[in-house]
């Protein structure tokens, strides 16, 4: 079993490089990313299915309302079962914060940062950082001007200069630190939230304003809670890269 | 109420950088300000829009009666007068959605709704009605979506409070302080990309009393739309962010869609009714001039404020502004709505009608009498 996990859930190493943040702190306006591992394709149905078998506290009939909303694994014909309409290979969504990070934890990998995402998501088939090539981000956009949900099974596309999949045009994916972009539920009335960076600036100080997929993606993330599921919006993991032997 | 304004620019700013506060004003800089009554007192065109408010110190209502479940209408339909005279507790429940339908005859646009069409469902309240207003973002949805109300009072107009996530839905309550006829659009990052997708429409507030009786009430609004494709091209046509930019629009549409106002759809009346349009704008960029071929506005209230002007041939309405016009038909025929920016009336799509059923009126229009060759000099 773990063997097949292992060949479904390949992962590829991606970085090190700078991604600048949209709305960036002083002093942050360019962030190095270390190296790290992320998986070539987003957990598929199936995997999330066998995760789901081994740790029946996730199943959607157990599962507390802390941890997932009524929308979670909604797709699914039961709580154990797929179910004929959903597509085995196609990446999972209807799965809260809360249950992708069991599940990768249960990888011994965890969510990717929003930096580390983002820094995937930045390169096209050919550049590392197509974050201003315009036809890249024109590719981006049109996955907006498709409505509904279909999606297409995972790695069905060409794999982009890490070698990951899908990271535009599937689904919304979960990182690791949603919430930390903005004004947090838990920490909106702490004052030591650097407000101005979030929202007295506005957008004119937007680091890179033809971008407007990042400006999306932070829109998406600010609007989720941790035990929010929509039926866009899956995940797939991130690890460090294996420390080297002294 | 500049003051005012002003506090909802700097929230829309800061959902523009994508701010989600659904309760906090922290972040707002400008302090909070509840609006003073007009000390002078709008002048009252009775029963017209304005009308006296409340003697207290604060502004507001106490919903009478039981909670009302509000009524809402597709364009061009609107929802029957009001004929409460008290102030209600009004529940309103609003869907945005994200669909392909028709923008041309052959073109396919991925709209974004208030309701499933563009414009948005047209609502109807009272002044001082208490609304309980909620929002739900359909599972299908791929983006976040709230609502910016111009008729609320509060911070981001009810935006801040309604940002709600696919498959959610967000409740928040205002009191209709202001009457008047509001524009409510999306104010989700970012804010044009939604507004010009067609996530705008209507909403009435009617003053304690009504408005003056007419025989017809119509719902239009104007929209400009943004497509890689040329005006007409075929299949489904993405929007074009660079077009949207440049103010360069593909449509200019009433009612989202070329011919949502002609032919069958034409809006229809008989000679001798009182005739009134609600008119809104939605934007993203650019101004109505507003204008009925033949017709000539017995009233307009300009920008949907209190007062009225008279015998007013086109009326300018702002992007995220309204006017409410009002004629009499008097001679029957087919009477051509137009966006009096005239090209975009013939190449861009704004182009409605109104036809009136009747007799004729040679008093007042004898149609044409003759059409005879006469003897010119020549041109130097």
Same mark, same amino acid.
Request: hydrophobic letters at 40%; glycine letters at 10%.
């Given at each position: 079993?773990?063997?097949?996990?292992?060949?479904?859930?390949?992962?590829?190493?991606?970085?090190?490089?700078?991604?600048?943040?949209?709305?960036?702190?002083?002093?942050?306006?360019?962030?190095?990313?270390?190296?790290?591992?992320? /998986?070539?394709?987003?957990?598929?149905?199936?995997?999330?299915?066998?995760?789901?078998?081994?740790?029946?506290?996730?199943?959607?009939?157990?599962?507390?309302?802390?941890?997932?909303?009524?929308?979670?694994?909604?797709?699914?014909?039961?709580?154990?079962?797929?179910?004929?309409?959903?597509?085995?290979?196609?990446?999972?969504?209807?799965? !809260?914060?809360?249950?992708?990070?069991?599940?990768?934890?249960?990888?011994?990998?965890?969510?990717?940062?929003?930096?580390?995402?983002?820094?995937?998501?930045?390169?096209?088939?050919?550049?590392?950082?197509?974050?201003?090539?315009?036809?890249?981000?024109?590719?981006?956009?049109?996955?907006?001007?498709?409505?509904?949900?279909?999606? /297409?099974?995972?790695?069905?596309?060409?794999?982009?200069?890490?070698?990951?999949?899908?990271?535009?045009?599937?689904?919304?994916?979960?990182?690791?630190?949603?919430?930390?972009?903005?004004?947090?539920?838990?920490?909106?009335?702490?004052?030591?939230?650097?407000?101005?960076?979030?929202?007295?600036?506005?957008?004119?100080?937007?680091?890179?304003?033809?971008?407007?997929?990042?400006?999306?993606?932070?829109?998406?993330? !600010?609007?989720?809670?941790?035990?929010?599921?929509?039926?866009?919006?899956?995940?797939?993991?991130?690890?460090?890269?294996?420390?080297?032997?002294? | 109420?500049?003051?005012?304004?002003?506090?909802?620019?700097?929230?829309?700013?800061?959902?523009?950088?994508?701010?989600?506060?659904?309760?906090?004003?922290?972040?707002?800089?400008?302090?909070? =300000?509840?609006?003073?009554?007009?000390?002078?007192?709008?002048?009252?065109?009775?029963?017209?829009?304005?009308?006296?408010?409340?003697?207290?110190?604060?502004?507001?209502?106490?919903?009478?009666?039981?909670?009302?479940?509000?009524?809402?209408?597709?364009?061009?339909?609107?929802?029957?007068?009001?004929?409460?005279?008290? &102030?209600?507790? =009004?529940?309103?429940?609003?869907?945005?959605?994200?669909?392909?339908?028709?923008?041309?005859?052959?073109?396919?646009?991925?709209?974004?709704?208030?309701?499933?069409?563009?414009?948005?469902?047209?609502?109807?309240?009272?002044?001082?009605?208490?609304?309980?207003?909620? @929002?739900?973002?359909?599972?299908?949805?791929?983006?976040?979506?709230?609502?910016?109300?111009?008729?609320?009072?509060?911070?981001?107009?009810?935006?801040?409070?309604?940002?709600?996530?696919? +498959?959610?839905? *967000?409740?928040?309550?205002?009191?209709?302080?202001?009457?008047?006829?509001?524009?409510?659009?999306?104010? *989700?990052? &970012? $804010?044009?990309?939604?507004?010009?997708?067609?996530?705008?429409?209507?909403?009435?507030?009617?003053?304690?009393?009504? @408005?003056?009786? $007419?025989?017809?009430?119509?719902?239009?609004?104007? +929209?400009?739309?943004?497509?890689?494709?040329?005006?007409?091209?075929?299949?489904?046509?993405?929007?074009?962010?660079?077009?949207?930019?440049?103010?360069?629009? *593909?449509?200019?549409?009433?009612?989202?869609?070329?011919?949502?106002?002609?032919?069958?759809?034409?809006?229809?009346?008989?000679?001798?009714?009182?005739?009134?349009?609600?008119?809104?704008?939605?934007?993203?960029?650019?101004?109505?001039?507003?204008?009925?071929?033949?017709?000539?506005?017995?009233?307009?209230?300009?920008?949907?404020?209190?007062?009225?002007?008279?015998?007013?041939?086109?009326?300018?309405?702002?992007?995220?502004?309204?006017?409410?016009?009002?004629?009499?038909?008097?001679?029957?025929?087919?009477?051509?709505?137009?966006?009096?920016?005239?090209?975009?009336?013939?190449?861009?799509?704004?182009?409605?009608?109104?036809?009136?059923?009747?007799?004729?009126?040679?008093?007042?229009?004898?149609?044409?009498?003759?059409?005879?060759?006469?003897?010119?000099?020549?041109?130097?």
């Amino acid at each position: 079993m773990k063997i097949f996990l292992l060949v479904l859930a390949s992962m590829t190493t991606v970085g090190p490089g700078l991604w600048r943040p949209l709305y960036p702190a002083e002093g942050e306006e360019e962030i190095t990313v270390p190296a790290f591992e992320l /998986d070539e394709a987003a957990v598929t149905h199936r995997q999330f299915l066998e995760f789901v078998q081994e740790h029946p506290e996730w199943r959607r009939d157990n599962v507390g309302s802390l941890f997932a909303d009524e929308g979670y694994l909604d797709s699914w014909a039961g709580p154990g079962e797929l179910g004929s309409s959903v597509g085995r290979g196609h990446p999972v969504s209807g799965v !809260s914060w809360w249950a992708a990070r069991a599940y990768c934890s249960s990888r011994d990998a965890r969510l990717p940062t929003e930096a580390e995402w983002e820094l995937a998501a930045q390169a096209s088939t050919e550049e590392a950082d197509a974050s201003e090539d315009p036809e890249h981000l024109a590719q981006i956009l049109a996955w907006y001007s498709r409505p509904g949900n279909q999606t /297409d099974p995972v790695a069905h596309s060409e794999p982009n200069f890490w070698g990951v999949y899908d990271l535009h045009g599937q689904v919304w994916e979960w990182v690791d630190d949603y919430a930390s972009a903005l004004v947090a539920n838990d920490n909106r009335e702490d004052g030591t939230v650097d407000i101005t960076r979030f929202c007295g600036a506005g957008a004119i100080t937007a680091s890179l304003k033809i971008d407007y997929a990042a400006f999306m993606r932070i829109a998406f993330r !600010s609007s989720l809670q941790a035990d929010s599921t929509t039926r866009n919006l899956g995940f797939r993991c991130a690890r460090d890269l294996p420390k080297e032997a002294p | 109420m500049t003051l005012n304004q002003t506090i909802m620019c700097l929230a829309a700013a800061a959902l523009l950088a994508g701010c989600n506060s659904s309760t906090s004003t922290s972040e707002s800089s400008a302090p909070s =300000v509840i609006p003073e009554a007009n000390a002078a007192g709008p002048i009252a065109f009775a029963p017209g829009l304005a009308s006296a408010l409340p003697s207290s110190e604060v502004r507001g209502w106490t919903p009478e009666g039981d909670p009302i479940t509000g009524e809402v209408t597709y364009a061009p339909d609107v929802p029957a007068p009001i004929d409460r005279d008290y &102030p209600a507790k =009004v529940i309103i429940e609003l869907e945005t959605t994200e669909e392909v339908m028709e923008i041309a005859d052959g073109t396919d646009y991925t709209f974004w709704t208030f309701g499933g069409a563009v414009p948005g469902k047209f609502m109807r309240v009272r002044q001082g009605d208490t609304v309980e207003f909620h @929002l739900k973002n359909h599972p299908d949805s791929k983006m976040p979506h709230n609502i910016d109300l111009h008729a609320v009072t509060g911070p981001g107009g009810g935006a801040t409070s309604t940002f709600t996530a696919p +498959g959610h839905e *967000t409740v928040f309550t205002f009191q209709a302080l202001n009457a008047g006829l509001f524009v409510y659009h999306c104010a *989700t990052a &970012p $804010v044009g990309m939604h507004i010009a997708n067609g996530m705008y429409g209507l909403i009435l507030v009617e003053p304690p009393g009504g @408005l003056p009786a $007419v025989d017809k009430e119509f719902y239009v609004m104007q +929209g400009d739309f943004y497509t890689t494709g040329e005006y007409g091209a075929e299949g489904l046509q993405p929007f074009s962010m660079d077009k949207a930019i440049d103010e360069d629009a *593909t449509y200019v549409l009433f009612n989202g869609r070329v011919g949502a106002l002609t032919g069958d759809n034409a809006l229809k009346a008989e000679v001798g009714d009182k005739v009134r349009m609600f008119v809104g704008n939605g934007g993203p960029n650019l101004i109505s001039s507003f204008h009925v071929i033949g017709e000539i506005f017995d009233k307009v209230y300009p920008e949907a404020g209190t007062r009225f002007q008279e015998n007013v041939q086109t009326t300018l309405i702002p992007a995220g502004g309204a006017a409410m016009v009002e004629f009499e038909v008097e001679v029957p025929g087919t009477y051509i709505i137009v966006d009096h920016s005239i090209f975009r009336t013939f190449h861009k799509g704004s182009l409605g009608m109104l036809q009136v059923g009747g007799d004729e009126a040679p008093a007042i229009y004898s149609g044409q009498q003759s059409d005879t060759e006469y003897e010119a000099e020549p041109l130097k």
